[in-house]
């Protein structure tokens, strides 16, 4: 790798982090020795990068710092386009016209000659053989997600029982074939899973939910964990 390649994927790697990075872990991804990433982190600093490090703790990149448009690798683009005909299997309408409109945007940067490994990618992913027919809009559920609005919800289970059900919503599983909104549920006060095709009525309420999504995922997966080992147990 070419050492301007791996300043890049140096400032890359910070950007996938949320906390600090060792360099040893840094020299362990890129599969150089630790004197080398202190020496490639010196010259970032140097040039300007907002690189902070403590010792014993590891590096972290300040907040808010870009680089200009950076050239993708044909492993980048046949990622972006798998994860874009990924999206389209899931018959979700707005998520699959925003997944094209994105890879168009990025083909008009591209270079000619890497426009056909985006376009022309040789992979693909399966198409649920059943049709998901949502009742409700899912949009408004990534929506509701985002902007951490609880959401009242009539609910048809499997046996055809209809319930009402005021949730927070979480986060969005999706499956082939089959797409889970992953909520608190405030009736049972406990995580539920409801099946997005079977959600009969939707409205978001004004009142914001009072804890952070990032909190309450690490809560679900917890609790999503804690289920799984009991079944392992039995």
């Not at 990433?37 to 972290?60: C, F, H, K, Q, T």
């Not at 000619?112 to 992913?125: F, K, M, Q, T, V």
């Not at 289970?157 to 909104?181: C, F, K, N, Q, T």
Request: with cysteine; net charge negative; aromatic share 8%.
């Amino acid at each position: 790798m070419r050492r301007a390649d791996r300043l890049l994927q140096i400032i890359q790697l910070f950007r996938r982090k949320r906390g600090p990075v060792t360099a040893s872990a840094i020299a362990e991804e890129l599969e150089v020795t630790i004197r080398t990433i202190y020496r490639d982190i010196a010259s970032l600093m140097g040039n300007g990068v907002p690189i902070r490090g403590e010792a014993g703790v590891g590096y972290v990149m300040d907040e808010g710092y870009d680089l200009p448009p950076l050239m993708f690798s044909a492993d980048e683009l046949e990622a972006l386009m798998l994860g874009a005909r990924m999206v389209a299997g899931q018959g979700e309408a707005k998520l699959t016209r925003s997944a094209d409109n994105a890879i168009a945007k990025i083909a008009t940067v591209v270079p000619p000659e890497l426009r056909p490994i985006l376009l022309d990618a040789p992979l693909y992913a399966p198409v649920p053989v059943t049709e998901i027919v949502d009742q409700v809009d899912a949009g408004l559920v990534r929506t509701a997600i985002r902007e951490r609005h609880k959401v009242h919800i009539e609910y048809v289970d499997g046996e055809g029982s209809m319930s009402e059900r005021v949730i927070w919503p979480v986060a969005i599983a999706y499956y082939h074939g089959l797409r889970l909104l992953v909520s608190w549920c405030e009736l049972r006060s406990d995580f539920r899973n409801f099946r997005i095709d079977r959600i009969s009525s939707l409205t978001t309420f004004a009142e914001k939910i009072p804890e952070r999504r990032d909190i309450l995922f690490q809560r679900w997966w917890q609790h999503e964990l804690s289920n799984r080992e009991g079944d392992e147990l039995r």
